[in-house]
Protein backbone atom coordinates (compact mmCIF):
# COMPACT_ATOMS: atom_id res chain seq x y z
CA UNK A 1 0.00 0.00 0.00
CA UNK A 2 1.07 3.47 -0.49
CA UNK A 3 2.57 5.63 2.34
CA UNK A 4 2.92 9.60 1.90
CA UNK A 5 4.03 10.03 5.61
CA UNK A 6 5.43 13.74 6.02
CA UNK A 7 7.84 13.07 3.43
CA UNK A 8 7.96 15.04 0.45
CA UNK A 9 11.65 14.27 -1.17
CA UNK A 10 14.32 11.97 -0.94
CA UNK A 11 18.16 12.13 -1.87
CA UNK A 12 20.33 9.03 -2.57
CA UNK A 13 23.75 8.68 -3.14
CA UNK A 14 26.66 6.08 -3.26
CA UNK A 15 29.68 6.61 -1.24
CA UNK A 16 32.94 4.39 -0.64
CA UNK A 17 34.20 1.66 -3.15
CA UNK A 18 31.41 0.93 -5.80
CA UNK A 19 30.00 -2.45 -6.14
CA UNK A 20 28.30 -4.36 -8.15
CA UNK A 21 24.24 -3.81 -7.72
CA UNK A 22 24.56 -0.17 -6.80
CA UNK A 23 22.72 0.43 -10.24
CA UNK A 24 20.10 -2.19 -9.37
CA UNK A 25 19.63 -0.31 -5.37
CA UNK A 26 19.13 3.08 -7.10
CA UNK A 27 16.52 1.55 -9.51
CA UNK A 28 14.81 0.19 -6.11
CA UNK A 29 15.14 3.44 -4.43
CA UNK A 30 14.03 5.61 -6.63
CA UNK A 31 10.71 3.05 -8.30
CA UNK A 32 9.46 2.94 -4.28
CA UNK A 33 9.82 6.20 -3.72
CA UNK A 34 8.00 7.48 -7.17
CA UNK A 35 5.27 4.64 -6.14
CA UNK A 36 4.43 5.93 -2.64
CA UNK A 37 4.37 9.73 -4.05
CA UNK A 38 8.25 11.21 -3.32
CA UNK A 39 10.06 13.35 -5.45
CA UNK A 40 13.39 11.47 -5.71
CA UNK A 41 16.64 13.52 -5.84
CA UNK A 42 20.12 11.37 -7.14
CA UNK A 43 23.34 13.18 -5.36
CA UNK A 44 26.21 12.74 -7.86
CA UNK A 45 30.06 11.40 -6.17
CA UNK A 46 28.81 10.29 -3.11
CA UNK A 47 29.03 13.06 0.47
CA UNK A 48 30.89 15.77 -1.77
CA UNK A 49 27.96 15.82 -3.81
CA UNK A 50 25.85 17.13 -0.48
CA UNK A 51 28.78 19.85 -0.21
CA UNK A 52 28.56 20.68 -3.49
CA UNK A 53 24.69 20.40 -4.39
CA UNK A 54 25.84 18.05 -7.35
CA UNK A 55 22.21 17.09 -7.48
CA UNK A 56 19.70 15.38 -10.60
CA UNK A 57 16.76 14.54 -10.27
CA UNK A 58 15.29 11.16 -10.64
CA UNK A 59 12.35 10.14 -13.20
CA UNK A 60 11.60 6.08 -13.55
CA UNK A 61 12.92 6.07 -16.41
CA UNK A 62 15.91 7.60 -15.11
CA UNK A 63 16.73 4.37 -13.80
CA UNK A 64 15.95 2.27 -16.95
CA UNK A 65 18.08 0.30 -18.22
CA UNK A 66 20.57 0.33 -15.44
CA UNK A 67 20.07 -3.48 -13.47
CA UNK A 68 22.09 -4.63 -15.30
CA UNK A 69 25.34 -2.95 -15.35
CA UNK A 70 28.20 -2.53 -12.76
CA UNK A 71 29.39 0.92 -11.17
CA UNK A 72 27.33 3.63 -10.29
CA UNK A 73 25.06 6.05 -12.45
CA UNK A 74 25.70 8.67 -9.36
CA UNK A 75 29.66 8.05 -9.42
CA UNK A 76 31.01 7.46 -6.30
CA UNK A 77 33.46 9.24 -4.04
CA UNK A 78 35.97 9.10 -0.46
CA UNK A 79 34.96 12.45 0.81
CA UNK A 80 37.86 13.96 3.71
CA UNK A 81 35.46 17.22 3.28
CA UNK A 82 31.83 15.23 5.11
CA UNK A 83 34.62 13.98 7.84
CA UNK A 84 34.36 17.88 9.38
CA UNK A 85 32.08 19.97 11.16
CA UNK A 86 31.93 22.50 8.62
CA UNK A 87 31.63 19.98 5.40
CA UNK A 88 28.48 18.35 7.20
CA UNK A 89 27.16 22.03 7.78
CA UNK A 90 27.05 22.69 4.35
CA UNK A 91 25.46 19.04 2.97
CA UNK A 92 22.63 20.71 5.70
CA UNK A 93 21.98 23.45 4.17
CA UNK A 94 22.39 22.28 0.65
CA UNK A 95 19.95 19.81 1.55
CA UNK A 96 17.67 21.91 3.02
CA UNK A 97 17.47 24.51 0.68
CA UNK A 98 16.44 21.55 -2.11
CA UNK A 99 13.60 20.57 0.74
CA UNK A 100 15.32 16.83 0.89
CA UNK A 101 14.06 15.49 3.74
CA UNK A 102 15.65 12.23 4.20
CA UNK A 103 18.46 10.34 2.63
CA UNK A 104 19.31 6.80 1.63
CA UNK A 105 23.18 6.01 1.37
CA UNK A 106 24.53 2.64 -0.22
CA UNK A 107 27.46 2.33 0.63
CA UNK A 108 30.14 0.33 3.06
CA UNK A 109 30.79 1.13 7.12
CA UNK A 110 32.82 3.89 6.56
CA UNK A 111 30.04 5.57 4.48
CA UNK A 112 28.00 4.74 7.63
CA UNK A 113 29.92 6.42 10.09
CA UNK A 114 29.50 9.64 7.87
CA UNK A 115 26.22 9.25 7.74
CA UNK A 116 26.19 8.32 11.94
CA UNK A 117 27.44 11.00 12.98
CA UNK A 118 25.19 13.36 10.68
CA UNK A 119 22.30 12.10 12.22
CA UNK A 120 23.85 13.04 16.14
CA UNK A 121 24.32 16.50 14.79
CA UNK A 122 20.96 17.36 12.41
CA UNK A 123 17.52 16.26 12.49
CA UNK A 124 17.63 14.75 8.92
CA UNK A 125 16.99 11.49 8.81
CA UNK A 126 19.49 9.01 6.99
CA UNK A 127 19.49 5.38 5.97
CA UNK A 128 21.72 2.80 5.17
CA UNK A 129 22.26 -0.03 2.55
CA UNK A 130 25.70 -2.20 2.42
CA UNK A 131 27.20 -1.68 -0.62
CA UNK A 132 30.57 -3.41 -0.92
CA UNK A 133 32.16 -6.22 -2.37
CA UNK A 134 33.47 -7.38 0.76
CA UNK A 135 30.50 -8.31 2.92
CA UNK A 136 32.65 -7.22 5.68
CA UNK A 137 28.91 -5.38 7.59
CA UNK A 138 28.01 -6.59 10.52
CA UNK A 139 24.15 -7.46 11.04
CA UNK A 140 23.64 -8.41 7.66
CA UNK A 141 24.24 -11.30 5.79
CA UNK A 142 24.93 -10.06 2.76
CA UNK A 143 26.18 -7.25 0.82
CA UNK A 144 25.61 -5.24 -2.73
CA UNK A 145 28.26 -6.66 -4.92
CA UNK A 146 30.04 -9.35 -3.07
CA UNK A 147 27.81 -12.09 -4.85
CA UNK A 148 29.01 -10.54 -8.08
CA UNK A 149 32.61 -10.08 -6.90
CA UNK A 150 32.72 -13.77 -5.72
CA UNK A 151 31.44 -15.29 -8.87
CA UNK A 152 34.35 -12.92 -10.98
CA UNK A 153 37.10 -14.16 -7.86
CA UNK A 154 35.85 -18.03 -9.31
CA UNK A 155 35.89 -17.54 -12.78
CA UNK A 156 39.29 -15.56 -12.86
CA UNK A 157 41.20 -19.02 -10.61
CA UNK A 158 39.42 -21.17 -12.12
CA UNK A 159 41.39 -19.74 -15.38
CA UNK A 160 44.52 -20.04 -12.95
CA UNK A 161 44.39 -23.41 -12.16
CA UNK A 162 44.14 -24.68 -15.88
CA UNK A 163 47.75 -22.95 -16.73
CA UNK A 164 48.77 -23.94 -13.27
CA UNK A 165 47.86 -27.31 -13.98
CA UNK A 166 49.85 -27.49 -17.36
CA UNK A 167 52.97 -26.58 -15.71
CA UNK A 168 52.87 -28.14 -12.33
CA UNK A 169 52.79 -24.50 -10.82
CA UNK A 170 52.29 -23.25 -7.56
CA UNK A 171 50.18 -19.97 -7.70
CA UNK A 172 49.55 -17.48 -4.78
CA UNK A 173 46.30 -15.19 -5.94
CA UNK A 174 45.46 -12.26 -4.18
CA UNK A 175 42.17 -11.38 -3.38
CA UNK A 176 40.49 -7.96 -2.53
CA UNK A 177 37.74 -8.08 1.16
CA UNK A 178 39.94 -4.96 3.02
CA UNK A 179 40.28 -6.27 6.23
CA UNK A 180 38.50 -9.16 6.02
CA UNK A 181 38.39 -12.57 4.14
CA UNK A 182 35.02 -13.19 2.84
CA UNK A 183 35.78 -13.39 -0.39
CA UNK A 184 39.38 -15.42 0.04
CA UNK A 185 37.52 -18.09 2.12
CA UNK A 186 34.70 -18.37 -0.17
CA UNK A 187 36.12 -18.27 -3.62
CA UNK A 188 38.91 -20.85 -1.70
CA UNK A 189 35.94 -23.33 -1.00
CA UNK A 190 34.42 -22.79 -4.42
CA UNK A 191 38.13 -23.24 -6.12
CA UNK A 192 39.16 -26.18 -3.55
CA UNK A 193 42.05 -23.92 -3.16
CA UNK A 194 44.98 -25.92 -1.49
CA UNK A 195 45.32 -22.87 1.26
CA UNK A 196 43.26 -20.00 2.12
CA UNK A 197 45.20 -16.66 4.19
CA UNK A 198 42.80 -15.15 5.84
CA UNK A 199 43.23 -12.10 8.47
CA UNK A 200 40.42 -13.70 10.61
CA UNK A 201 42.73 -17.19 11.58
CA UNK A 202 45.56 -14.72 12.49
CA UNK A 203 47.80 -16.46 14.96
CA UNK A 204 46.24 -19.78 14.20
CA UNK A 205 48.19 -21.06 10.63
CA UNK A 206 51.33 -18.81 11.41
CA UNK A 207 53.48 -21.23 10.26
CA UNK A 208 52.91 -21.14 6.70
CA UNK A 209 55.15 -23.62 5.54
CA UNK A 210 53.57 -26.17 7.62
CA UNK A 211 50.15 -24.64 6.67
CA UNK A 212 50.37 -24.89 2.46
CA UNK A 213 52.01 -27.55 3.19
CA UNK A 214 48.69 -29.34 4.93
CA UNK A 215 46.94 -28.94 1.74
CA UNK A 216 49.53 -31.77 0.47
CA UNK A 217 51.20 -29.47 -2.02
CA UNK A 218 53.70 -31.70 -2.85
CA UNK A 219 51.40 -34.70 -4.59
CA UNK A 220 49.44 -32.09 -6.96
CA UNK A 221 49.96 -31.10 -10.31
CA UNK A 222 48.54 -27.44 -9.43
CA UNK A 223 48.74 -25.87 -6.00
CA UNK A 224 46.72 -22.90 -5.34
CA UNK A 225 47.12 -20.51 -2.36
CA UNK A 226 44.26 -17.55 -1.89
CA UNK A 227 45.44 -14.94 0.09
CA UNK A 228 43.02 -12.02 1.36
CA UNK A 229 44.53 -8.94 0.79
CA UNK A 230 44.34 -7.53 4.13
CA UNK A 231 46.66 -10.53 5.72
CA UNK A 232 48.96 -9.29 8.11
CA UNK A 233 51.48 -11.59 6.55
CA UNK A 234 51.25 -9.56 3.58
CA UNK A 235 49.65 -9.73 0.33
CA UNK A 236 50.60 -12.67 -2.08
CA UNK A 237 53.55 -11.25 -3.27
CA UNK A 238 55.01 -10.63 0.06
CA UNK A 239 54.04 -14.35 1.17
CA UNK A 240 55.10 -15.60 -1.96
CA UNK A 241 58.92 -14.10 -0.89
CA UNK A 242 58.77 -15.62 2.53
CA UNK A 243 57.67 -19.42 1.43
CA UNK A 244 59.62 -19.63 -1.65
CA UNK A 245 63.11 -21.44 -0.33
CA UNK A 246 60.64 -23.89 1.63
CA UNK A 247 59.13 -24.96 -1.76
CA UNK A 248 62.26 -24.95 -3.80
CA UNK A 249 60.70 -27.56 -5.89
CA UNK A 250 57.68 -26.02 -6.93
CA UNK A 251 57.49 -23.35 -9.60
CA UNK A 252 55.91 -20.31 -8.24
CA UNK A 253 54.05 -17.29 -9.96
CA UNK A 254 51.68 -15.06 -8.25
CA UNK A 255 48.44 -13.31 -9.43
CA UNK A 256 46.92 -10.06 -8.21
CA UNK A 257 43.32 -10.03 -9.47
CA UNK A 258 42.83 -6.70 -8.36
CA UNK A 259 40.19 -4.10 -9.50
CA UNK A 260 38.55 -6.28 -12.16
CA UNK A 261 36.62 -8.13 -9.11
CA UNK A 262 34.81 -4.86 -8.72
CA UNK A 263 33.55 -4.39 -12.10
CA UNK A 264 30.91 -6.41 -14.38
CA UNK A 265 27.33 -6.90 -14.23
CA UNK A 266 25.84 -7.87 -11.16
CA UNK A 267 24.68 -11.29 -10.51
CA UNK A 268 20.95 -12.37 -10.58
CA UNK A 269 21.13 -12.85 -6.38
CA UNK A 270 22.93 -9.02 -6.30
CA UNK A 271 20.20 -7.51 -8.48
CA UNK A 272 17.27 -8.91 -6.40
CA UNK A 273 18.71 -8.31 -3.05
CA UNK A 274 20.07 -4.95 -4.26
CA UNK A 275 15.80 -3.95 -5.33
CA UNK A 276 14.76 -5.50 -2.05
CA UNK A 277 17.22 -3.45 0.22
CA UNK A 278 16.73 -0.32 -1.57
CA UNK A 279 12.54 -0.75 -1.21
CA UNK A 280 13.64 -1.21 1.79
CA UNK A 281 15.23 1.76 2.53
CA UNK A 282 12.48 3.62 0.99
CA UNK A 283 9.98 2.19 3.15
CA UNK A 284 12.32 2.55 6.38
CA UNK A 285 12.33 6.52 5.77
CA UNK A 286 8.67 6.62 4.99
CA UNK A 287 8.28 4.79 8.68
CA UNK A 288 10.37 7.76 10.28
CA UNK A 289 13.52 5.80 10.74
CA UNK A 290 16.80 7.31 11.37
CA UNK A 291 20.76 6.35 11.62
CA UNK A 292 19.38 2.58 10.48
CA UNK A 293 20.78 0.41 8.24
CA UNK A 294 18.66 -2.01 5.90
CA UNK A 295 20.28 -5.22 5.87
CA UNK A 296 19.13 -8.82 5.04
CA UNK A 297 19.89 -12.06 7.60
CA UNK A 298 18.43 -15.24 7.35
CA UNK A 299 16.72 -14.34 4.42
CA UNK A 300 14.37 -11.66 5.49
CA UNK A 301 14.87 -7.68 5.63
CA UNK A 302 16.22 -6.48 8.98
CA UNK A 303 17.17 -2.89 10.45
CA UNK A 304 20.45 -2.09 12.33
CA UNK A 305 21.26 0.96 13.88
CA UNK A 306 24.46 2.57 12.02
CA UNK A 307 26.04 2.17 15.80
CA UNK A 308 25.98 -1.91 15.56
CA UNK A 309 26.77 -2.15 12.15
CA UNK A 310 30.23 0.40 12.42
CA UNK A 311 31.08 -1.03 15.68
CA UNK A 312 30.29 -4.69 15.80
CA UNK A 313 32.93 -7.30 14.15
CA UNK A 314 31.23 -9.60 11.46
CA UNK A 315 33.24 -12.83 11.76
CA UNK A 316 33.85 -15.83 8.95
CA UNK A 317 31.65 -18.90 9.39
CA UNK A 318 34.37 -20.93 11.49
CA UNK A 319 32.95 -24.02 10.58
CA UNK A 320 33.41 -23.16 6.42
CA UNK A 321 37.43 -22.74 8.05
CA UNK A 322 37.69 -26.00 9.04
CA UNK A 323 35.58 -27.48 6.08
CA UNK A 324 38.39 -25.69 3.62
CA UNK A 325 41.11 -27.34 5.66
CA UNK A 326 39.37 -30.91 5.46
CA UNK A 327 38.28 -30.77 1.48
CA UNK A 328 41.77 -29.63 0.91
CA UNK A 329 43.90 -32.75 1.96
O1 LIG B 1 36.01 -1.89 0.01
C1 LIG B 1 36.00 -2.34 -1.28
C2 LIG B 1 37.39 -2.47 -1.81
O2 LIG B 1 37.32 -2.94 -3.14
C3 LIG B 1 38.33 -3.34 -0.98
O3 LIG B 1 38.15 -4.71 -1.21
C4 LIG B 1 39.68 -2.80 -1.43
O4 LIG B 1 40.64 -2.97 -0.42
C5 LIG B 1 39.40 -1.34 -1.63
O5 LIG B 1 38.02 -1.19 -1.85
C6 LIG B 1 40.15 -0.74 -2.79
O6 LIG B 1 39.89 0.60 -2.82
P1 LIG B 1 40.36 1.59 -3.99
O7 LIG B 1 39.40 1.42 -5.12
O8 LIG B 1 40.29 2.93 -3.37
O9 LIG B 1 41.73 1.15 -4.39
Do not use: W
Not at 206 to 221: H, T, Y
Not at 232 to 254: H, L, P, Q, S
Not at 272 to 280: C, D, I, K, Q
Not at 283 to 288: G, K, P, Q, R, S
Amino acid sequence: MEKMGRKKKIGVLTSGGDAPGMNAAIRGVTRTAIYNGLEVVGIRQGYQGLITSDFINLESSSVSDIIQRGGTILKTARCEEFRTPEGRAKAFNNLKQAQIDGVVVIGGDGSFTGARIFNEEYDLPFVGIPGTIDNDIYGTDYTIGYDTALNTVVQAVDKIRDTASAHNRMFFVEVMGAEAGFIALYSGIATGAEAIIIPETRGEARDLKAFIESGNIRKKSSNLIIVAEGDEEGGAFAIAEKVKCDFTNCDIRVSVLGHLQRGGSPTATDRVNASRLGHAAVEALLDDQKSVMVGIANDEIVLVPFRKAIKLHKDVDRNLVELAKILSL
